[in-house]
């Protein structure tokens, strides 16, 4: 199995100083891919001295853009990707490796507990998400937002028209392979305290949890969100009737009760015409990708 590790980095040159030379060590047969996503400190530097292959952006384009570049230019059968912060453990490369082997298409490294997360707003959010994404596959994900995972080359190149070019990759990736049928396995990890400065932004990353919310949604299965939702809106509008009626004794409905119910008629009908397109959108899924 020819194992290729692309590092999606922006200004990390602290943390790859650290992380190249111990990966060219532990793998040297691998082929390691370095996406300098527009740094302008030393980060390219440190790759050529390390002697790894170096992708220049010419400017910033986001983590996933990184990522999708990594993945094109990559050419091992399984991919590893892995942050530039130094919080991974190249070590554990070989533990995603093995559970591979025991036949999943993908190997996510799942962050443990709180010590794990770069802040307890960060950890809040990504439990959140974790039992959102459970609820939608039927199946426990244990951490779904980490940048840490061994994919199936071929298999993840079918999804790249799917992946945002922000920092969303990883659920994007995560909730299409289960979509498609693919088996998804989790190793427990510790990660390190990054080194250098963090890229998070509260306000904008405050943003984007209210977008992976709609995004895990639709990712799946929308009927599944979208029914409940519809049927809690239209349940309100029945009630408020009830009240209406007991309080004037007027069988009528109210405009706000006539309101509730047409939308959630609505949202069912989003949900419904959602969930057809994602079918769509995950047409050639089944198409075995060895046969590209």
Same mark, same amino acid.
């Given at each position: 199995m020819h194992l290729s590790i692309v590092i999606p980095a922006k200004n990390e040159e602290q943390g790859l100083s650290n992380t190249l030379p111990r990966l060219a060590e532990l793998y040297p047969e691998a082929e390691i891919i370095v996406v300098d996503d527009g740094s302008?400190?030393?980060?390219?530097?440190?790759?050529?001295?390390?002697g790894v292959k170096v992708l220049s952006q010419p400017y910033s384009k986001g983590n996933g853009a990184a990522i999708k570049a990594g993945a094109r230019a990559a050419s091992g059968d399984v991919i590893v990707f892995m942050d530039g912060d130094g919080q991974h453990d190249p070590m554990d490369i070989e533990r995603l490796l093995y559970k591979m082997d025991?036949?999943?298409d993908m190997v996510v490294g799942a962050r443990s507990g709180l010590s794990d997360q770069a802040s307890i707003a960060r950890w809040g959010a990504n439990? #959140?998400?974790?039992? !959102?994404? =459970?609820?939608m596959v039927n199946k426990n994900i244990p951490d779904l937002t980490s940048g840490f995972r061994a994919v199936r080359r071929k298999k993840f190149?079918?999804?790249?028209?799917?992946?945002?070019?922000?920092?969303?990759?990883?659920?994007?990736?995560?909730?299409?392979?289960f979509r498609a049928g693919y088996s998804v396995g989790f190793v427990p990890i510790s990660v390190s305290q990054r080194v250098g400065k963090s890229h998070i932004n509260v306000l904008r990353d405050g943003v984007?949890?209210?977008?992976?919310?709609?995004?895990?949604?639709?990712?799946y299965s929308p009927l599944k969100v979208y029914f409940p939702t519809s049927v809690a809106v239209a349940g309100i509008g029945f009630l408020n009737y009830l009240l209406a009626w007991a309080a004037s004794g007027s069988f009528r409905f109210t405009n706000m009760s006539t309101l509730l119910v047409l939308a959630g008629m609505i949202? #069912?009908?989003?949900? !419904?015409? =959602?969930?057809?397109?994602?079918?769509?959108?995950?047409?050639?899924?089944?198409?075995?990708?060895d046969d590209e």
């Open positions: 302008t400190d030393g980060t390219r530097g440190i790759c050529e001295a390390s025991e036949g999943y439990g #959140f998400y974790n039992r !959102l994404a =459970s609820w190149l079918g999804f790249l028209y799917l992946l945002p070019n922000g920092f969303s990759y990883p659920t994007t990736s995560t909730m299409a392979f984007r949890f209210l977008l992976i919310i709609f995004k895990i949604g639709t990712l949202i #069912f009908l989003m949900g !419904l015409l =959602s969930e057809q397109l994602t079918n769509l959108q995950y047409k050639d899924a089944d198409a075995d990708p």
